[in-house]
């Protein structure tokens, strides 16, 4: 709507245009949402609906020696006076203060049910009670001492503080959880000591490196404990950074039973994960097979957790079913660290480690000099009572003569001693059997004691040596209240090494002939049969690839594509018939021909080109996970791999159509995962037909005819560099040329 529009006679009308109108509406509720509710202060750690609970109890006197009020009390008092939103999200932000489960250090003492690891919800408020902890004491220590400034509440008609003077890093310690407007946060917690121990390196060494803290915080310290298993190079990345995340695994142990059984007890599953849907997801996977390994899960928690694995074969090592657990499961979990908090100036941001704690202690420096500050304008006020107190004490007749007799005592009182008009009115206050304490040592004696105390104090907010002594001070004290019953719940360890899969110790170890056509029919038999046996193929098919192996291998498939296929030998067809094509087993087109078929042993393998091209490649590198095989050796247009064989040698031998043969030391030849390699033969015309490997030892051999092998012991003449032509075979090579 444009501004020279009519829009009325009502003068609070205005005319904007709508984009803008909305853009600055939008940008007030962001802002609203990232300040007001989403995003934790640095130097509190709380939320504003945190920080209304804490001083709401403070004000209903809940603190941690006192009785229990019920949850609703609360409640009520915090949504009437402080936060005018919803009883619920009121209730549910107390509950969460109230878990062991959820925070490391409570804020609420809860009485009733608060809920449970399973995810169950809390008794309705009316149910439950609630008061402070120690820790939310620690919190609110000096809050009435004008350590903290105060704004009006939503309705004017009291206070509330902006901030709390937070004598406990709450921040790091408890962390914090939010999404906001285009940003969230996400802190777990950690161990208080090892926060005051980095936390007193830091007054020492303020330009201390996140390398130095972390010899003295080792990572989160979860209220569910676990194994923290993040390597240490992404830990210090993440405290670096204020960006990162850890991988925290469930904690576990094995139980032997008798004959020779075992089973698994998990003890502490991952922060945050509820044990209830964990074992319903698990139990879910049991039954769509996707957990082959095991046999039964149970639930046998009481006050302890306690979740027992039972294995399908007590062949399994424990190490490796849970390594599969951990892999499919939320057994590990991974906890997101996002330091996105706001700052003393109330900005959002991303801060470090360092950072989060420098904004902690800046803070209690702040608080420090306004406590003092505070303490020695009552100190002024007493003494100055005490004073007159005094003047009284000398002159006790000659006062009580001018109380009884002067119309205006206070003035006379004033002009006759020179007291100030406070004294006055301490003195005129004073009823009088107080008389009878108005002892000259015992008023002098605090007289004095308060102006020791008062240059102590003095002498504190003019030194910043000394305000970080007694800051310094302060925080080992808060950490002799944990040192003794807060051990680290979450240890620190590494993920073992392990490749073997435990659905594979299932698998019976027996031998097996494996049998391949010209065509892709595949098959497994039983045994270790003899490799010259006839064997039966359909009408017009006929061998390729007869090779022994184990039920426990896993067979390659290298085609013309360039690509390596995997196949497990356990779910190759059975019996004595003619198999399976093997393009149902793997998505192989119909057009592309198997060019070897080898089994997987942890070999180097060499692959070639019709083109001459050729490389190296491990045996594990190859393996494929999908039905869509591995790249490994890349091919254009009409070319073709042509080759594949087993690295046991030191040197190559290649031939090309034109029967022409060159070797050359393996190591010329690249190692690669995937790529067109390096040429091996140079052609006119024609291309590569064949490769192996030998030694160069026992010489070159390949297949005569009858069956017979021959072996060229002397290579001299063929030896020469990678990529040249080559010269033709010895006589009675074979032909087409082939080394198989």
């Known amino acids: 709507m444009s501004d020279d529009i009519m829009v009325g006679s009502d003068d609070r009308i205005v005319g904007t245009e709508f984009s803008a109108a909305l853009s600055e509406r939008y940008l007030a509720y962001a802002l609203s949402t990232i300040t007001s509710r989403s995003l934790p202060d640095v130097r509190d750690g709380l939320k504003p609906v945190h920080r209304r609970l804490l001083y709401a109890m403070r004000q209903l006197k809940l603190d941690p020696g006192q009785g229990f009020k019920k949850s609703a009390r609360v409640v009520g008092d915090v949504m009437g006076k402080f936060h005018p939103h919803g009883d619920a999200a009121i209730y549910d932000a107390m509950v969460r203060l109230a878990q062991e489960f959820a925070m490391r250090y409570r804020l609420v003492d809860g009485q009733g049910n608060f809920g449970n690891i399973d995810g169950d919800n809390a008794a309705a408020m009316r149910y439950t009670e609630a008061r402070m902890t120690n820790v939310a004491q620690l919190l609110l220590d000096g809050i009435d001492e004008d350590t903290v400034d105060f704004r009006s509440t939503y309705d004017g008609e009291s206070e509330e503080p902006t901030l709390l003077p937070a004598g406990f890093p709450n921040l790091l310690a408890n962390g914090a959880q939010g999404i906001a407007v285009g940003m969230a946060t996400s802190i777990p917690p950690h161990n208080v000591t090892e926060l005051a121990d980095a936390a007193l390196h830091l007054i020492k060494h303020p330009n201390a490196s996140v390398d130095t803290l972390l010899q003295y915080v080792k990572g989160p310290d979860f209220p569910t404990g676990g194994i923290l298993v993040e390597p240490q190079d992404s830990i210090r990345e993440a405290y670096s950074t204020g960006r990162g995340g850890f991988r925290v695994r469930a904690r576990w142990s094995v139980e032997k039973e008798k004959g020779g059984a075992w089973q698994i007890v998990v003890s502490e599953i991952p922060y945050q994960v509820q044990k209830s849907r964990l074992i319903e997801r698990m139990a879910d996977m049991l039954q769509a097979k996707k957990l082959p390994f095991l046999a039964d899960i149970r639930d046998e928690s009481a006050e302890d957790l306690r979740i027992v694995l039972e294995p399908k074969s007590r062949r399994m090592e424990p190490d490796v079913v849970m390594e599969s657990l951990f892999k499919a499961t939320d057994l590990e979990s991974r906890v997101p660290l996002n330091l996105n908090v706001l700052d003393a100036d109330g900005r959002p941001g991303v801060m470090d480690l360092r950072g989060a704690l420098n904004a902690w202690l800046a803070h209690r420096q702040v608080v420090l000099v306004r406590r003092s500050n505070f303490r020695l304008g009552k100190i002024a006020a007493r003494l100055e009572v005490l004073e007159g107190y005094l003047i009284v004490f000398l002159n006790l007749d000659e006062v009580i003569a001018i109380i009884r007799e002067a119309e205006n005592p206070r003035i006379r009182l004033i002009e006759r001693f020179e007291l100030t008009e406070t004294q006055a009115n301490a003195i005129l206050d004073m009823r009088l059997r107080s008389l009878r304490r108005l002892e000259e040592m015992a008023l002098k004696t605090e007289r004095d004691e308060l102006i020791s105390e008062q240059e102590g104090l003095r002498a504190l907010v003019a030194d910043e040596a000394l305000q970080w002594q007694k800051i310094s001070g302060e925080?080992?004290?808060?950490?002799?209240?944990?040192?003794?019953?807060?051990?680290?719940?979450?240890?620190?360890?590494?993920?073992?090494?392990?490749?073997?899969?435990?659905?594979?110790?299932?698998?019976?170890?027996?031998?097996?002939?494996?049998?391949?056509?010209?065509?892709?029919?595949i098959r497994a038999m039983k045994g270790h049969l003899d490799l010259d046996s006839e064997f039966k193929y359909k009408e017009g098919d006929g061998p390729a690839f007869v090779l022994h192996a184990e039920t426990t291998d896993k067979i390659l498939l290298f085609a013309e594509n360039g690509r390596f296929y995997t196949l497990a030998a356990d779910k190759l067809p059975k019996g004595r018939g003619f198999g399976e094509p093997v393009s149902l087993m793997v998505d192989l087109p119909a057009d592309v021909e198997i060019v070897r078929l080898i089994k997987a042993e942890g070999k180097?393998?060499?692959?070639?080109?019709?083109?001459?091209?050729?490389?190296?490649?491990?045996?594990?590198?190859?393996?494929?996970?999908?039905?869509?095989?591995?790249?490994?050796?890349?091919?254009?247009?009409?070319?073709?791999?042509?080759?594949?064989?087993?690295?046991?040698?030191?040197?190559?031998?290649?031939?090309?159509?034109?029967?022409?043969?060159?070797?050359?030391?393996v190591e010329e030849v690249p190692e690669m995962s995937r790529g067109k390699g390096v040429i091996l033969q140079r052609y006119k015309d024609g291309g590569l037909a064949d490769i192996t490997v030998y030694s160069s030892a026992t010489g070159l051999s390949w297949k005569a005819g009858g069956g017979r092998t021959r072996t060229e012991s002397d290579m001299t003449p063929w030896l020469g560099k990678r990529a040249s032509a080559g010269k033709l075979p010895p006589t009675g090579f074979p032909r087409p040329a082939k080394f198989t």
């Open 604 to 665: 180097q393998l060499l692959v070639a080109a019709s083109t001459g091209h050729g490389l190296r490649v491990q045996t594990d590198a190859a393996l494929a996970q999908t039905r869509t095989g591995k790249q490994v050796l890349n091919i254009s247009g009409s070319d073709r791999a042509v080759a594949c064989c087993p690295v046991d040698g030191d040197m190559v031998a290649v031939v090309g159509v034109n029967r022409k043969l060159v070797a050359f030391p």
């Open 475 to 521: 925080i080992r004290d808060m950490k002799a209240m944990f040192a003794k019953t807060d051990r680290r719940r979450t240890d620190c360890g590494e993920a073992p090494e392990i490749d073997l899969d435990a659905a594979e110790m299932l698998i019976e170890r027996e031998p097996v002939t494996i049998i391949c056509s010209e065509k892709g029919w």
